[in-house]
């Protein structure tokens, strides 16, 4: 592969020089991050909540055909616990895991586990408990709804811009939202003085130095998602690609160290896809360390709306992903109408803004025979796409798609 950034149709492609070689083992220092081991864990605790089910993963023929590919599997999460987005995994899980550390310390009980929460006597202990994170709102639906789930005290911070939409879904899980001027920075500046005054225990996606288990239960709980894929796919051939939407890095570095365990040599291409606009994970990697942008980072893909790349996802994909990509706001909303309108036997799907980041850029890759050629696409390919949202912020849904969710789910696969 070239090493250089290759520039077209308003994206970025950057093959990773760092990428580990097929036969690379998934060794032990990767394990201490994420790991099948602790993925283990995860699974059974998250299965055993409420209302959970596995997500839809879909074979889209139609689209797979647009794309010059064999096949497109599409894993739905936009009705993950009916909280709209594939976070729903991580910071709930999150939670649970503080709670425990939390009350094996208070109770003296080192052997307590997250399935004792619901005792009476944990019960009691953790309503004195409050966690705490900043969002621009997927994630702080997640914890406030962990919160509600285990019965402690939520307090959310919201920035500026988070929409009055977003906002109530926060509030309707019984969380404080206090929303802050500024932007997302601001917000997470404010959680963090808040909690070191008032003692709230901050649960966040990201990791940097001295922090970093709670991060790492986020991405654990993700890794359930990318089973059920696995689950799912069963014999039909395994995936050759993977176009995964980055923020902080947290949902890509899962999806890659659970693919990479499983499957060793036999694991698809991870191709990392981020907004123009808020490009740290591509920026890093053409760096070969963590570099912070800088700016407003103002992009319609909100949840990937991310300055800082997340360390212990870092430490993942460096040596996990094939490539990294940056594509322009514009090329979202069209990804999300062609979801919505589906195809010639493709069912129509709601996907939101920041869902959409992987299957927009395999569209672009798909029309420059380069990059195609780059990134080994060809018609023998089987892409899969982890689409992390649904209408989470529906007036904004509606507005780009013209219709709402609920009327494009109505529509019969034509
Ligand atoms: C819908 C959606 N997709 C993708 C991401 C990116 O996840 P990460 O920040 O872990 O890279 C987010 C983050 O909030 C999100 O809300």
Redesign the pocket.
């Known amino acids: 592969m070239p090493q250089q950034v290759q520039t077209g149709n308003g994206a970025q492609l950057f093959s990773n020089p760092r990428a580990a070689s097929a036969d690379q083992e998934y060794g032990p220092a990767l394990r201490e991050i994420l790991s099948r081991h602790a993925f283990v864990s995860a699974r059974e605790a998250i299965t055993q909540w409420p209302g959970y089910q596995p997500t839809a993963l879909h074979e889209l023929n139609s689209l797979a055909q647009s794309l010059g590919v064999a096949q497109v599997y599409y894993k739905d999460?936009s009705t993950r616990f009916g909280l709209g987005?594939?976070?729903a995994l991580g910071g709930a899980y999150a939670v649970n895991r503080l709670l425990v550390r939390e009350l094996r310390r208070k109770l003296g009980n080192p052997q307590l586990d997250v399935a004792d929460l619901a005792r009476a006597e944990c019960q009691a202990a953790v309503r004195d408990i409050t966690v705490t994170c900043a969002t621009?709102?997927?994630?702080g639906r997640s914890v406030a709804w962990g919160a509600r789930n285990a019965g402690c005290r939520c307090v959310i911070y919201i920035h500026e811009t988070v929409s009055k939409g977003r906002e109530d879904a926060i509030a309707s899980y019984g969380a404080t939202v206090v929303r802050v001027p500024g932007n997302y920075d601001d917000a997470v500046r404010r959680a963090a003085e808040d909690a070191a005054t008032h003692g709230y225990f901050v649960v966040s996606?990201?990791s940097y130095p001295g922090y970093m288990d709670v991060p790492r239960d986020v991405?654990q709980g993700?890794s359930v998602m990318v089973q059920e894929a696995l689950d799912q796919i069963g014999d039909k051939g395994l995936p050759t690609h993977v176009f995964i939407?980055?923020?902080?890095?947290?949902?890509?570095?899962a999806v890659c160290a659970h693919l990479w365990e499983t499957l060793g040599a036999r694991r698809p291409k991870i191709i990392v896809v981020e907004p123009e606009k808020a490009d740290c994970l591509f920026q890093s990697a053409v760096a070969g360390k963590p570099v912070a942008v800088t700016g407003d980072l103002d992009t319609l893909m909100?949840?990937?709306a991310?300055g800082e790349v997340?360390l212990l996802?870092w430490d993942i994909l460096l040596p996990g992903a094939a490539a990294f990509m940056t594509i322009p706001d514009e090329t979202a909303p069209d990804a999300m109408r062609r979801l919505a309108q589906g195809g010639t036997g493709d069912r129509p799907i709601v996907a939101?803004e920041?869902?959409v980041?992987g299957v927009a850029a395999a569209r672009i890759v798909a029309a420059d025979n380069g990059w195609r050629e780059a990134l080994g696409m060809d018609e023998g390919s089987r892409l899969l796409f982890f689409a992390?949202?649904g209408d989470?912020d529906p007036e904004l849904y509606q507005r780009i798609v013209g219709r709402s969710a609920a009327e494009v789910l109505a529509l019969e696969a034509v």
């Open positions: 999460e987005s594939f976070k621009d709102g997927n994630h996606d990201t991405m993700y939407q980055g923020g902080v890095g947290g949902l890509a570095a909100a949840g990937l991310c997340s996802a939101g920041s869902a980041a992390s949202e989470t």
